[in-house]
């Protein structure tokens, strides 16, 4: 029986082990599949947003449109449109200018009111002039860094005010802080000195909304004294973008309606001051600066004029030399060939009179010529030639005889008396018999450079 049994088992053992490597197996198949199911599914929720916004534009598209032809945009609508900018500007200066018609601050005779002639100040009153802008944001700021020139690069100084006309405060502040004689007077000074752009806006326009968002407000009234500085020192590129505000002096409502006017006042009195005090040491360090460097542009200059001349007094000191060095080259080059030519001179005269066989002997009759050469000096030289010698001859005889006595005579002519004769280089070759001179002459030799 325990035989029997045992095969049994085993085969079950067997298939029991081959099920559960089988049910194994398939759960291992299974795994990745549901992965990547559980990814297509997170991609698909993933761009179901974009899906829907892009089907929810399309279909209020239409909508919008007709709401654009049913609800005209108002006056003030539109942060970029200047035109709209500039009529909020102007209807809130003319707000301001109503309540100081209403308030009637004195400002003209704050002095004569500081003596006490109160009757005086009445019957002159003169009503201040607004010191608000009318002109948009984004035009206040244009005109503002037109002022950022290289002769004056500091910009003047912004001051917003927002005003909120649901606040239950916004009219009293107007009233009693800006309409405050000594502040109006201060704004008013700055202004005309373009020392300071006064902005002010409501809430309610678009620039006032764009300011709150800019400047962070949460509580009204709100003041801010701002500098206004260019990024960029170009003065072509004066746009509004290009410069950054920092801020020097921010006041709300919990502060504003604590302090008085007057308070008010010395603070943006103090802030304008040094401010000023600031720009004023600034103004003399750009100065020093310009001054220095155009001193060392002066020197600069002045340095290289220096060197200029030196270098044309060296170049005119090397060609001096130089001329002088050529022209003692040509001079030693000419008497090179001066002596050269004389020494030729010689030579020929010698060869020549060698040729004719020089003098002929004493005691001979025939073919003799007496020749008597008068000298210009005075003197007198005899000689005998052949009659069949040359004129060419004499010459050769007086060149010799001249150089060896030192007369200075390169260049003579030859002439007679009785007849009156004169020989030239052309007669050269003539014989003296030919000549007319044989057998006895006188001849006059005359130097012809003299």
Known sequence: MADATSPQSSATQRRTTSTISNASSSTNTNIPAAQHASTSSLRLLLKLP?????????????????????????EFDGVDNSVNADRAARAFVGMVRKQISVVRPVIANLDRAAAGDDNDVMEQYNEPSCPFV????????????????????????????????????????????????QLLKLLNDNTENNVVKCFGASVHSADGQRLRDMMEVTSFPFMALLSVKSRSSSTNNNNSNNISMELLLRLESTQ???????????????????????????????????????????????????????????????????????????????????????????????????????????????????????????KKVDRRFRSVDTVEVLRAFLTLHLEETGVEIKNFG????????????????????????????????????A
């Open 134 to 181: 009318e002109k948009g944001y984004s035009s206040t700021m244009d005109e503002i860094a037109q002022n950022n020139t290289i002769s004056n690069p500091h910009n003047p100084l912004l001051l917003i005010y927002l005003h909120s006309p649901l606040h239950s405060q916004g009219t009293k502040f107007i009233d009693n802080y800006l309409c405050h004689p």
């Open 414 to 449: 030859l002439s007679t008396s009785f007849p009156k004769k004169s020989f030239g280089e052309e007669d050269n070759k003539l014989t003296l018999e030919e000549a007319g001179l044989a057998p006895q002459a006188v001849v006059m030799v005359q130097d012809l450079d």
């Open 256 to 378: 504003l309606f604590t302090i008085q006017p007057s308070q008010i006042t010395t603070y943006l009195n103090t802030a304008i001051t040094r401010h000023a005090q600031i720009i004023a040491e600034e103004t003399a360090r750009r100065l020093q600066r310009e001054e220095d460097a155009r001193l060392r542009e002066e020197q600069n200059r002045e340095y290289q004029e220096a060197l200029l001349a030196d270098q044309m007094r060296e170049m005119e000191r090397n060609e001096q030399l130089e001329r002088e060095r050529r022209e003692r080259e040509e001079a030693e080059e000419r008497e090179r060939l001066e002596m050269a030519k004389e020494q030729s001179r010689l030579e020929d005269a010698q060869r020549i009179l060698d040729e004719s066989g020089g003098e002929p002997p004493v005691g001979t009759k025939v073919g003799v010529a007496r020749m008597r050469f008068t000298l210009p000096n005075g």
């Open 50 to 74: 974009a899906i829907l916004t892009i089907l929810l534009r399309v279909a209020i598209w239409p909508l919008i449109k007709v709401l654009n032809i049913l609800f005209t945009p108002k």
